[in-house]
């Protein structure tokens, strides 16, 4: 057995790892129809004795790892952190998970093909593969290319009368103040506010098409490592989904040009868009750092001697200028501190997030949060994802919110908070995803 695969001999014949010489190596054995051991493949002569690996030093933090994994037990979902200043994986976290000893010798093949039978889909990482509607959360990414292109400017009012006005209130929106500015609309995620934001870059004169109008929005959006892979040192990460003009001009029946109208619901993050939660914590390293970041990666050191790819220490810029992110923080700030994150304040820390309610076809809304803290000087970036869960402030913000806390004081002084996410059960109430 070598490199997860088996070595093909002949007939029934397998290999499996074994202990030889008192070192993990290649050991050939015979076996009949039952998997039963019949002794050495030509009595041993391609047995071999492995070269000793070198030791990984991974940036996960074991502290938050492990918690992380206990505040998601019974959910289904996932969580990313990372430091913004380095790109290196705080956390990492796919749930449900699984034990990998069950993968482990001639039980592998039964094991593996329970997992697959099972319908929470364990053997699914979420983190790298799951491509989720961002919902709310990408009113920061819509504001941030509005205000590049000069067609939203913090002070511009857009009323809201429970849903957008001008398609006769869809989106829907919740019941608050109105009209507000850019600042008060992130801070109450005002749908409403962000079709207008998302309709007026679209339709901008100066693009003299939808279409040329569209394709400046998304290359913007594919400048935040969205819709591409990222390249980080995992295996299997996926793109996700930014949809193309070719995508739309299929979509409506060959049409050169197409209207802001039929895909508004792009501007709250619905519609086609599908965002990777790694791809979420990634974003909010961008707009801690004000308009950049570092390609997500998990080794930190080989043979304790520091090691880093040099692709990964390079600087990736997006292309909104580093101005513009200021007002966003600032919005950012004002959902933790009045807005639909004001629940999950933390005690001395002053930090920025948003939530995130992303409704899909499958049954009840995912809950999505994204932040990063503390506000100046920021050690953790973020993104949580709890399936089937509702609003983004119901599941997703604690559980981020309390790995925050126990990454930057090492303690945890909401008690009840940590006990309901700790002991809530989601699993039996959530409906599982069809293929």
């Known amino acids: 057995y070598k490199d997860g695969d088996y070595i093909g001999i002949s007939g029934m014949e397998k290999a499996y790892e074994t202990t030889l010489r008192g070192k993990k190596g290649i050991h050939i054995e015979v076996v009949d129809v039952h998997n039963r051991p019949m002794g050495s493949y030509m009595n ?79 053997l699914f990482n979420r983190a790298l593969m799951a491509s989720y509607p961002p919902g709310s959360i990408f009113k920061l990414i819509n504001s941030l290319i509005g205000l590049q292109e000069q067609t939203l400017h913090p002070g511009n009012l857009y009323p809201c009368r429970g849903g957008y006005p001008v398609m006769g209130g869809k989106p829907k929106c919740h019941i608050h103040s109105s009209p507000r500015d850019l600042i ?72 050169n040009d197409f209207k802001s109208s039929t895909i508004v619901s792009l501007s709250i993050g619905q519609g086609e868009l599908g965002i990777l939660p790694l791809q979420m914590a990634n974003t909010m390293c961008i707009i801690a750092n004000r308009g950049h970041f570092y390609t997500p990666h998990t080794v930190k050191a080989i043979d304790k001697k520091s090691f880093t790819k040099p692709e990964f220490t390079r600087k990736r810029v997006t292309t909104i200028d580093p101005k513009y992110y200021d007002i966003i923080i600032e919005g950012m700030a004002d959902v933790m501190e009045k807005g639909t994150g004001a629940m999950q304040k933390i005690e001395g820390i002053d930090y920025c997030g948003k939530t995130g309610t992303a409704q899909n076809p499958h049954g009840k809304d995912h809950s999505v949060f994204v932040a990063f803290a503390p506000r100046e000087n920021p050690k953790i970036a973020i993104s949580v994802v709890v399936e089937n869960a509702g609003f983004g402030a119901a599941w997703a913000a604690p559980i981020a919110s309390l790995l925050i806390e126990k990454y930057l004081t090492d303690t945890i002084k909401r008690p009840a908070i940590e006990e309901k996410m700790l002991n809530g059960d989601l699993i039996h109430k959530a409906i599982p995803i069809k293929n």
Request: net charge positive; glycine share 10%; hydrophobic share 35%.
């Open 44 to 122: 041993g002569i391609y047995d071999t004795a492995a070269i000793a690996g070198k030791d990984i030093t991974c940036t996960i933090d074991k502290r938050i790892q492990q918690y992380g994994e206990r505040l998601m037990a019974n959910k289904v979902g996932s969580v990313v952190a990372i430091e913004p200043a380095t790109g290196e994986i705080l956390a990492f976290i796919s749930s449900p998970g699984y034990d990998p000893n069950l993968l482990v010798g001639s039980v592998l093949s039964k094991n593996y093909k329970a997992l697959q039978r099972d319908t929470l889909k364990p």
């Open 184 to 255: 008060g609309a992130i801070s109450t995620s005002c749908n409403s506010y962000f079709c207008y934001v998302f309709r007026a870059i679209i339709d901008a004169n100066k693009f003299g098409t939808t279409k040329r109008g569209y394709e400046v929005w998304r290359n913007h959006v594919l400048s935040f490592g969205l819709g591409i892979q990222l390249g980080s040192d995992l295996p299997y990460e996926l793109r996700g989904n930014v949809p193309s003009v070719d995508y739309y001009k299929r979509k409506f029946f060959g049409k």
